[in-house]
């Protein structure tokens, strides 16, 4: 990767990685992290942290807009070239006009963090697109899904893995929507990732049933008594293959809306119930709390990103220019014969918060972007 002068992420991990406990992201991860970011635009972020290992264990993961289909398109991995060929043929065809990839608002990649002593170069990634909400409804999946994974595969897709994925999709309740398609570069088998969201947690033993998923009944009563008492909507992780697998994650979000106030209250208890049943160890949960929170130009003037700086300087003195640390989501993760998992993840973003100095109160101003343009 060739320096540039230009803002990118590591400006802002610069900032946001130190707040993070090493017992969650190691030094050494951390210091490769904020390497690799350097090739990246600024962008909303997330540290994925394993949370039920004694050592710290973290992977990272970045969001491209459509909008930034051609930062995405530029991308120079240093590794798996045949991968990175793909990522880029999808960026530069989900750019087009009338692309048939228009149904994915926005993609993640997904990078595995190097453990101590592992190579440093940056990896080919796990591929997430998250459709757009309005699109996910009136979509047809297998041809969606048909169009993102000719471009991510060798061009042939098979018709029973897509029709997999459409019996996953259509057999979704009203209140429930297709959330995004994931190719696992890299991982055994290169399984599909199909992600659904807002189905009801009473409701997901009967979907997993329509769809085929092929887990146990074992498996099926743990993820019936992890969701209980916790959250009433559920988001499912399925493996798709010309079958849905076993595996399966089960994500939850316990923020019910954008502020930060009282965020740590609302996930205490559920971080307590995890360590109570093994899957978080206890020396990782309160530094995870501790996580979460903000920090903002006045406060730490001299390692903000100059970009950052002259961007409030336009807005005015009311206007603060702020790096967010939000506990997105937690998702356990349920495989046979393997230990149930948790992870948390950590999201990083830029936000504005403007100051009203009569009443002392800050609200968010709904900038669409970092820069305030």
Known sequence: ??????????????????????????????????????????????????????????????????????????????????????????????????????????????????????????????????????????????????????????????????ATIATCVTELPPEARWLSLGVMFGRPADPVRVCVAGLPASGVPGYLERIGWTGSAAQLHAIRDGLDGFTTLATLALDVGTSVRPRLGIEYNLEARRSLHDSAARWRPFLDRLVEDGLCARHKRDPLLACIGFDHERIDQESWPAGLRAASDRHGPNVLSVLLRKLAHVKVVFEPDRPVVAKAYLELTHDWLAFDPVTRQARFTGFPDGTGA
């Open 1 to 162: 990767m060739t320096a540039t002068t230009a803002p990118s992420l590591r400006d802002h991990l610069r900032v946001a990685l130190p707040r993070i406990a090493p017992v969650l992201l190691s030094p050494t991860a951390a210091e490769c992290l904020g390497r690799w970011a350097g090739a990246f635009p600024p962008a909303a972020c997330m540290v994925e942290c394993h949370l039920g290992l004694d050592e710290p264990r973290a992977d990272f993961l970045i969001r491209f807009l459509r909008s930034d289909a051609v930062a995405l398109a530029n991308v120079d991995g240093e590794a798996a070239p045949a991968t990175w060929t793909r990522l880029r043929a999808f960026a530069r065809l989900w750019a087009a006009r009338d692309s048939p990839l228009a149904a994915f608002a926005q993609t993640w990649l997904e990078f595995d963090l190097p453990r101590p002593h592992a190579g440093a170069a940056l990896p080919a990634p796990s591929f997430f697109a998250d459709l757009d909400p309005a699109a996910a409804r009136s979509a047809d999946p297998a041809a969606t899904a048909g169009a993102a994974l000719a471009v991510l595969g060798d061009g042939d897709v098979d018709p029973a893995v897509l």
